[in-house]
């Protein structure tokens, strides 16, 4: 059955094109950097936003149509499939992501989740075959579901813990069987409300605990993805274990699992943690911790994770300069975790959002490569810590320099170099030039 008669396949097109079901910069087979964009960018399609999502906030009811509604419980499931592959072949989508309650019904105990699951994973790897579509990561939804109120593996209630863990047992024996390149782990309420009533050591250690068990069963069954964890700040709970990339890495370093982690990033947590999705993607960029983009950007007037497409132009450039910096994502991609807004209801705002979407990291990658090409920011910085490659600030570099050594220098120093001005106006200036011009 086909559930998107109303589009075609998605094609280039180029700026130019008037078609809305075109692409006007993303053409997958252009090279960009040594690259095709198809293998920068890696775009994956998120199973929970496009298939499942019906378009529901605090304040009103589903508005979503989609021809799978008519189905339930396993059917359900099925039609999700079906419509899956129809929707990632015509958008041109390598690869998708999904939580495990996305693709099967939980149903009425673990046993009959295990068995859906199974039946529903036989199928989605009959797809990938016929379609040669890939599974950049899956994940276990350990946040919806009541049990889980107070967290997963920070969680008081031990019996909760070991759900938690059969869920990931299941996850992984999931993407070893759909030869899934990497397992995120998001901790959705990995935090509290209040420390009245919480041991934050024994939540830590506990979440810690479950990493590593984590770790030791994926080598157990040879499943060698990369290993993700998402940070997200206070929603839903007020105080996250997982709140930023600088938290989420000190969190790994201090439990020894930075070897085994690394870390998938969304610009919208990046927005509620008081940051920018640059900073973020920084951070974890320098401490070798960069594995997998969440595609999305949130409205500055609203204070919750609207998950919505990302536009901005200017945004996606920054973020693509940061992972052309770090020599690209490896086994990381690009995933869509953005929905259509409640008001855009139909089948077809599907296409048009990812199309959007898609043009919009596809502008920032040539962008990107212009300004690392032409070294417009490394040369600037290069001259702005010039200080630092000579004399007393050779000696602060190589380890020679000692707060003896420094203050003596300053007190014989009469005369210290003026401050230069950091061009901050300018530089943004000249980034603008830049995204205008291409």
């Given amino acids: 059955m086909a559930y998107f008669n109303s589009v075609g396949k998605i094609a280039y097109e180029g700026s ?14 252009e090279m960009v950097a040594g690259k095709s964009m198809e293998e920068h960018l890696r775009f994956a399609m998120a199973y929970w936003h496009t298939l499942t999502a019906g378009g529901s906030d605090p304040f009103g009811q589903e508005t979503a149509v989609r021809a799978w509604d008519s189905w339930t419980g396993l059917d359900l499931a099925k039609a999700r499939v079906e419509a899956a592959f129809e929707f990632l072949e015509k958008m041109n989508l390598p690869y998708f992501c999904f939580h495990d309650i996305d693709i099967a019904p939980e149903g009425s105990s673990l046993r009959e989740f295990y068995s859906n ?17 890939k599974l950049l990561w899956n994940t276990a939804n350990m946040f919806s579901n009541p049990r889980y109120m107070h967290g997963a593996g920070s969680t008081c209630n031990a019996d909760v813990y070991a759900h938690a863990a059969a869920q990931i047992k299941k996850g992984l024996e999931v993407g070893k069987q759909l030869g899934a390149e990497n397992y995120v782990f998001w901790g959705g309420r990995e935090g509290y409300e209040t420390l009245l009533n919480t041991n934050l050591e024994l939540e830590m250690d506990n979440m810690a605990r479950l990493f590593s068990m984590a770790v030791d069963y994926a080598k157990k069954i040879g499943f060698d993805a990369q290993f993700l964890i998402e940070p997200k700040p206070k929603e839903p709970t007020k105080h996250q274990y997982d709140f930023d990339a600088a ?10 699992l930075d070897g085994h982690f690394k870390l998938n990033l969304e610009a919208n947590h990046a927005t509620l943690a008081g940051h920018t999705f640059e900073h973020e993607l920084r951070v974890a960029r320098i401490n070798g911790m960069l594995g997998s983009l969440d595609a999305n950007q949130g409205d500055m007037l609203l204070g919750w994770d609207t998950d919505e497409f990302p536009l901005n132009i200017y945004d996606s450039t920054l973020t693509l300069y940061e992972v052309l910096k770090n020599g690209g994502m490896g086994r990381g991609g690009i995933n869509f975790d953005a929905k259509v807004r409640r008001q855009s209801f139909e089948p077809e705002d599907l296409f048009l959002a990812h199309i959007a979407g898609m043009d919009t990291y596809a502008k920032g990658l040539k962008v990107a490569a212009r300004l690392i090409e032409d070294r417009v920011f490394d040369d600037f910085i290069d001259q702005r810590y010039s200080s630092f490659n000579e004399g007393i600030g050779a000696d602060v570099i190589n380890g020679k320099a000692t707060l003896a050594s420094l203050a003596e ?9 003026r401050n230069e001005s950091g061009r901050q106006e300018m530089l943004k200036g000249i980034l603008n030039q830049y995204i205008l011009a291409e």
């Fill in 409 to 417: 220098y300053a007190m014989n120093n009469a005369n210290p170099r």
């Fill in 247 to 256: 938290t989420t890495i000190s969190f790994l370093q201090k439990y020894k």
């Fill in 16 to 29: 130019r094109s008037t078609n809305p079901y075109a692409f006007k910069f993303y053409n997958p087979q």
């Fill in 117 to 133: 699951i199974d039946i529903i994973v036989d199928q989605i790897s009959e797809g990938m075959k016929s379609t040669g579509k």
